[in-house]
């Protein structure tokens, strides 16, 4: 099982999610054209329910109509259309302003500092989230639905919603406690990391490589640069460095990076899968096998999917619960993150420090897959989740803290950055 709660589940997601996802990028061609006034608010897919709710700011065009009524007559997919009080495009413009005034001021909001903005599913308002001035509590299990947050007096006060009004206008603000870490920096016994080695000198996307100066992270999918040369993708903040695998071997330098997008190309053979199976306690058992990439898919509100980090391993049952969040973290500002989420019913760590640039897919069959992303951190996020002491791999060196939630970035934004091409079959 995959997705969901039964076998049932996993083949409803993974039957009408593609045509969802089609449906929506269709939407969103079209939507594209029709100014800043009147356009997307939001778009939330529900694949187990093969329904898509589309928030539309203005007059819904009739070539957007169109596109929703061939849908639902072709491939039974019910579309409600609700009024967006704001665009996402200007949503998001005002949390872009939000962080850069945020990042050139660091004492704008007194002792506390904004770490993430981004437009709400629904294009209602912004949600800003304010570092946490202590550890979020984490219980053994999961609330059956998310509490609502708690933020403290100096949170929720007055002046800090009149600063944040005074950048972007009089926008609805959600505020939110909210910490992102990037899953990097593990630097255990190299003798034990998954994927020591691809088929010869190639490599595939959720192997172990570390730095020159031993910060460990995974490897993205394979890719083609401008020139035709091999890449391996992995997240920018792992470093601009010299890369290699588990067991010393050489990957190959870094040639393009993109801090904005926390991606980046690693010159160095790469072959187009994707590793499965188990976390780096098993990297070279009977329990490890590979899928073929066959393509990329875009990402949106309410989209499931898996990743495979080398140290946490091939993992499902995740959930896009907001699209477009901008995090900072350290200093550095990573653009148009995807924040996901576990399903499973009690507390499951589904990334840890080293899994940084690993692979986020869509699983089309048993033995291919279809891009989506590359990981970037764990976060932490009052009335969502949380961290935990690793369990299942078990704690080891460094890598001690593991996340149910985390962020990774959308396979398009780091391509296009980068002037790559998603290697597939």
């Known amino acids: 099982m995959l997705f969901g709660n039964s076998a049932a589940d996993t083949a409803a997601i993974m039957t009408n999610q ?15 054209s029709s100014g800043e006034e009147a356009g997307i608010g939001g778009v939330v ?4 329910a093969n329904s898509m709710t589309l928030y539309w700011h203005g007059q819904v065009p009739s070539a957007v109509q169109e596109e929703t009524r061939r849908a639902a007559t072709g491939q039974g997919i019910k579309v409600d259309t609700l009024r967006a009080a704001y665009t996402e495009s200007d949503l998001n413009r005002k949390s872009v302003a939000l962080m850069q005034a945020a990042a050139a001021d660091p004492a704008l909001l007194g002792g506390r500092h904004i770490v993430s903005a981004g437009p709400q599913p629904d294009g209602s ?41 005074g950048i972007i206008g009089d926008y609805p603000v959600t505020i939110e406690t909210v910490s992102a870490k990037p899953t990097t920096n593990w630097t255990g016994s190299s003798s034990i990391n998954r994927n020591i080695n691809g088929p ?19 490897t993205g999918f394979a890719a083609s640069d401008s020139a035709g040369h091999d890449v391996v993708l992995t997240a920018a903040h792992c470093g601009w460095d010299n890369w290699y695998r588990g067991d010393n071997s050489s990957v190959g330098r870094t040639t393009q990076i993109s801090y904005t997008y926390d991606g980046q190309a690693v010159s160095g053979y790469s072959y187009g899968d994707v590793w499965l199976g188990p976390d780096y306690y098993n990297w070279n058992g009977a ?10 898919q875009s990402t949106g509100n309410g989209d499931w999917m898996c990743v495979s980090g080398s140290v ?38 589904i990334n840890a420090n080293g899994d940084s640039g690993g692979p986020v897919f869509f699983p089309t069959t048993g033995s291919t897959v279809l891009a989506k992303g590359l990981i970037s951190a764990g976060l932490v996020e009052s009335g969502v989740g949380g961290t935990t002491t690793c369990t299942s791999p078990a ?31």
């Open 395 to 425: 704690a080891i060196g460094d890598r001690v803290t593991c996340w149910d939630i985390m962020s990774y970035t959308d396979i398009g934004a780091i391509t296009s950055t980068l002037g790559v091409t998603i290697k597939h079959w």
């Open 45 to 48: 897919v529900d694949p187990l």
């Open 287 to 296: 329990g490890q096998y590979t899928a073929e990439v066959t393509g990329t």
């Open 312 to 349: 946490t391993g091939y993992t499902c049952n995740m959930q896009v619960y907001r699209t477009g969040t901008h995090h900072t973290y350290d200093g550095h500002t990573w653009y148009s993150q995807n924040d996901v989420r576990d399903k499973s019913p009690n507390f499951r760590q």
């Open 200 to 218: 010869g000198l190639y490599n595939m996307a959720g192997g172990h490589i570390h730095s020159g100066s031993g910060g460990g992270c995974s």
């Open 125 to 165: 308002g912004l949600h800003v989230g304010l570092d946490a001035s202590t550890a979020v509590p984490r219980n053994a299990e999961k609330p059956s639905a998310p509490a609502p947050a708690t933020p403290s007096a100096a949170v929720a006060s007055a002046d800090v919603i009149t600063t944040i009004r």
């Open 18 to 32: 593609p045509k969802l996802d089609s449906l929506r990028d269709r939407i969103r061609a079209v939507g594209s």
